[in-house]
């Protein structure tokens, strides 16, 4: 822990199956005009939007609705939510769905009252907020993003077909609460979990695979890669099987909640190569993960040995004994891609939609950042893309 | 993650060499009477209690405080305590110490405003408080017991002998804030930075050693265990190594702040025996628990052999290959005392100042808990402090 930095998560999660049962005491402390937030109605069908509904009600809220919100939320789409929380006066902000709702929620919650269009100021700009945020709170239906307890938002520009994040640092951006319960997770298709649970996995190697420093965040990060390793193996071959989901989504939350980053340089190109792909080809964010992670990791191997090294024996158990440190992280990659390939990850580019042709535009659109072992040239990025097809 | 809980916690933590600079901002914050609090009297020599005088000064504030608080805050202490802040109408009250003194200024936080005495309401009947907690933050100079981030004060009786831990689940009785500079950890003697690391250790372990069920708090548990473990032997060569003690400063916080224990049972027994035995002996509270860990946890290992297993193969390292399960447990707490050796820790109650003729009187004041993996009866109470004189 070399840096300096300010750790502070104000979101309370409740957590596990009766988890919704605290969702009338958090309503009760806001204002009546409520607005639900939800995605393509897959709610609808598995009970959870009744259920919810049935509180509000309950609880004497007036409920606007902002629905179809999509997979790679659309700056479009935020602007006509905007306006809908604008009209309803809007108290409160209430996500439900995944990731993707979650973080469509933040950048209405942090635009209702700014003049200016969101898209210049936090995506273009990476602005805070500059007037007051309308508060907001989370019922989880699928583990992955961990935007349940953070400030990040990931947000598309269809016209442009950029996918950027923008991470608030204002913590009222932050979810104020978030319902966790497992079971609400488990009507999800089994492609939608496991693009969740390598969501989660990659978030923590993003931070990980960086700096050379001493630090108790990357135990951390092992502790959390084990666990997510040992759950999903068990929830690729039973996915009601409510432990292994259990300890998927309080990993999720974990991974992406600040504390593993905390004192210590991060990476995120693999998230950059996805978004960029995720920008031209509107495919799964955690399946754009999957299919460049391996040609990513093995081009910048040769630059972070000894913390590849480090990650093949306490993350994949790999036996250092009478090899050499080339070869051990090699094997713990190997035992990566064994592991992601068990899942049945999409393992590149060309399934999820992506042609040769696309290569020019995918450099195009893809931010370089600095924060890992090399920092890719445009050339390097095209290749990387290239040895994904 | 099997239980249904909460995670709530909202102690913003300012961490790092630059650390104190965020004080006069959480300072703004509040209103113009503030106490501070602390112990014997080490913070005037390394600087830190000018340091921290001169912004309260440049921050405008009235200051009344609270000095002499123990090692083993006294509920007497309290009752002083309390008087001087409502002397004072403190708006604020300021920790400035270690887990001692932060323990107790949770304490008087909460009774300020309370007609019954604490003793009772607290740590004898655990209630919560029923008016309005003065607010606190912390300066902490010393790592180990997490106080800084959590509702954790243990408040001793010197009458009865009592020494008694009450947990307070409001949130208000948190501190708002801590500051944690590890270079303000680096003037303690040698004794007691590793009485702090033993404590830190043995917090994981207590959230660790309890249930059968398969949770990623176990995961993470493992995590910083072995961070803890790696930094605590480049600190006993070195004391002055920035990395080693800033990766302990920051463990001491995560392994009791309630992370570990999410969705989880736990044990807690070797402190129930630690603090029995410092209660009695007035020792330092990490090697109270230092000296009665091997006993009670040799004494244990049959009823919990799988989770002792696995504590020697992912904190020790054991390779359990043609090895059986008991073999292998009884090599990780072999590890465990080897490491407990080479940082100089009280391996015996007797160094500590207890006799054989005290064995009844520790066994009245300790509570038996029920979390572990076996519910000890007084007798067993008796043979594990005969086992570690």
Known sequence: MLGNFTYANPTKLYFGENALDNLKAELAQVGPNVVL????GSIK????????????????????E??????????AKVREGIEIARAHEADFLLAVGGGS???????????????????????????????????????????GTGSEMNGGSVITNAETKEKVGKVFADTSVF???AVLNPRFTMTLPHYQMVAGIYDIFNHICEQYFSGTDDSTSDYLSEGLMRSVIHSSRIANRDPQNYEARSNIMWSATWALNTLVACGKSTDWMVHMLGQGLGGVTNATHGMTLAAVSLPYYRHILPYGLAKFRRFAVNVWNVNPEGKTDEEIAKEGLAA?????????????????????????????????????????????????FKESL
Chains 1, 2 share one sequence.
């Open 175 to 177: 979810p104020r609460f």
């Open 101 to 143: 709702v979650c973080d469509y929620t933040k950048a209405v919650a942090a635009s209702v009252h700014e003049e200016e269009d969101p898209w210049e100021k936090y995506f273009v700009r990476f602005e805070e907020p500059s007037k007051p945020v309308v508060p907001l709170g989370c019922v989880l239906t699928l583990a």
């Open 336 to 384: 990566m891609e064994a592991w992601m390939r068990e899942l049945g990850l999409v393992m590149n580019i060309t399934e999820l939609g992506a042609t040769p042709d696309m290569l020019e535009k995918l450099a195009d659109v893809t931010i370089i950042l600095k924060g890992g072992y090399k920092t890719l040239t445009r050339d390097e990025v095209i290749e990387i």
């Open 37 to 40: 937030v939800y995605g393509g």
């Open 66 to 75: 902002i629905s179809g919100v999509m997979p790679n939320p659309t700056i």
């Open 45 to 64: 069908k598995n009970g959870i939007y009744e259920a919810v509904l049935g509180i509000l009600r309950e609880c004497g809220k007036r409920v606007a």
